[in-house]
């Protein structure tokens, strides 16, 4: 029996889990469902190591963030062999990965998650429902009543939650399509907003592609040669038209630049994982394919711990673009996720049989998918990683205008007097569906704006992911781990408050008072809502 809650969210993703952390601080009860059986999205069941501006340690994040990324740290700390000289690092990043400093394993995260969770739970206030996915939401007068959710593996278990908040925290904004809630999909034509990186007209099937990650270690001398996918002949013979060569190898354009650059592959190198230094402001790190989303390192470990170090594939290699998962009916999103699938498990078995070696030979057999590091049968993740989702159309809209150096500079950017939390990341938009190439551009340290949390319509459905006001451009830069538990976290309080106050949303954000009084709480809970004087890269 599903009790009463003051709020339903539903997605257990980073966002959802911030959200619940923020509205069960504040005494309200909490319904978090999610789709898979693990909480933390991007961090588990997607497999994503998080990426973050080069300011995390000093500042930039939510305490709560903080308080998460502290917890993974100790994780390691308490229960796995470290050597000394890696024990007493009070930066620790476990798997020496360059993409962020703090590279872990899916696992570790979600322990942590759950930890942070447990004590609501036990209280009575937050119930969890993993392995259901939303299927209808009921809606009228401008209010969300109640959304219908379904067992994943038992079509014919179904649960109807009501509440008087509804928080869409789903990777994909499936919520706003479900309630009728107005939003958008894709790329806006350049005359909505002027955007100078905007195609000439709309293009609501142009997304930024999926991936579907999965994690390796490396045995010499073992053959874990895995079953010749099916699509295999497909993928090997694929060569993009904005690509330097097939997309099964080590060339692939540079990001930033779109020229064409090698990335190199050498399983457990012999550098010592204390060297390495994570700062994508520096270098994005991402040219030597093993150390880049490596999430753990062998030798931190005390000798014999570990025969191998385990690294996470998201790269240019196995992001999957020829269909949209969004927008264009259930059938094409499902087809969208099998071909990303099954264009990793070809990457994988690239790799193990012809993929060139530095001794010059081919195929490196000793790599061993590890799906008991995803969770999962076969070591791919639970679930793609989903760069862009459904948009709200908001009170506010973040545009290329708001953040882009270029048009800003470097200091710039727009100032909001309802920000409610900071970002700051490139705007990194990988190849479309559209046949975009990469879109990789500079951007400054951004504030985020409670406007772009706010449906100009619906009053009782908040977004806490990828859902907010951005555009398909700006995205780019707020669709990252850091930026989306901020954005849950002000989404739950938010609810909260407007609870213990008996307003609405619009009033909070539209009346000085009102947001100030909000402001002020997220304060308290360790908001950081403006930046220090940094440079944007």
């Not at 080069?54 to 500042?59: D, G, T, Y």
Request: glycine content about 10%; aromatic content about 8%; overall charge negative.
């Amino acid at each position: 029996m599903i009790p009463k809650a003051d709020i339903l969210i539903v997605g257990g993703g980073l966002g959802g889990v911030a959200a619940a952390l923020a509205a069960c601080r504040a005494g309200r009860t909490v319904v978090l469902t999610e789709e898979t059986d693990w909480l933390g999205g991007q961090l588990t069941s997607q497999a994503v190591p998080p990426d973050e501006h080069p300011w995390v340690e000093q500042f930039g994040t939510t305490a709560s963030y903080r308080q998460l990324r502290d917890g993974i740290r100790q994780f390691y700390r308490q229960w796995y062999p470290l050597r000394a000289e890696a024990l007493a690092l009070t930066d620790l990043n476990p798997g020496a990965g360059r993409v962020s400093k703090l590279c872990h394993e899916p696992r570790v995260a979600l322990a942590v998650i759950e930890a942070m969770l447990a004590p609501h739970r036990a209280a009575g206030r937050l119930t969890v429902l993993t392995d259901h996915r939303p299927v209808a939401a009921e809606a009228d007068n401008d209010v969300v009543r109640s959304v219908t959710l379904e067992h994943r593996q038992d079509s014919g278990r179904q649960v109807t939650v009501s509440a008087r908040y509804v928080i869409d925290a789903t990777e994909t904004g499936e919520l706003l399509d479900l309630a009728g809630v107005e939003h958008v999909t894709g790329a806006e034509a350049r005359s909505a907003y002027d955007e100078p990186h905007a195609p000439d007209e709309a293009q609501p099937l142009n997304q930024q592609g999926i991936t579907v990650c999965f994690a390796l270690s490396h045995h010499e001398g073992e053959d874990h040669t895995v079953e010749r996918p099916a699509d295999y002949d497909f993928w090997r013979a694929y060569r993009p038209d904005f690509w330097p060569g097939p997309l099964l190898g080590f060339q692939a354009p540079d990001p930033r630049s779109l020229e064409s650059v090698p990335r190199t592959f050498e399983p457990n190198p012999e550098l010592d994982p204390l060297a390495v230094s994570a700062d994508q402001s520096a270098d994005a790190g991402d040219k030597e394919l093993w150390g880049f989303r490596r999430i753990l390192a062998r030798k931190l470990h005390r000798p014999g711990a570990f025969d191998s170090d385990i690294t996470l594939v998201n790269w240019p290699l196995n992001d999957y673009w020829l269909k949209p998962l969004v927008g264009a009916g259930a059938q094409t999103g499902a087809e969208a996720v099998a071909g990303a699938r099954q264009l990793s498990l070809s990457v994988l078995y690239w790799l193990q049989t012809e993929a060139p070696r530095q001794d010059g030979g081919t195929g490196f057999p000793g790599l061993r998918p590890r799906p008991d590091v995803t969770g999962t049968p076969d070591g791919l993740a639970k679930a793609p990683y989903v760069r862009e989702s459904r948009r709200i159309e908001a009170v506010t809209t973040v545009t290329e205008h708001d953040v882009a150096i270029d048009l800003v500079g470097p200091y710039g950017g727009t100032k909001y007097r309802d920000s409610v939390g900071v970002g700051n990341y490139r705007i990194d938009l990988h190849p479309s569906t559209g046949g975009d190439n990469y879109i990789d551009i500079g951007s400054v340290p951004f504030e985020i704006p409670l406007g772009a949390l706010v449906p100009r319509r619906v009053r009782n459905l908040l977004p806490a992911g990828k859902n907010i006001g951005t555009t398909h451009i700006t995205n780019g830069c707020y669709r990252l781990h850091p930026v989306e538990w901020n954005i849950g976290e002000v989404a739950g309080a938010l609810a909260a408050h407007c609870l213990a106050e008996d307003v609405e949303p619009h009033q909070v954000q539209a009346e000085d008072k009102r947001f100030e009084e909000f402001a002020r709480g997220l304060d308290r809970a360790g908001v950081q809502r403006h930046w220090p004087d940094v440079r944007g890269y």
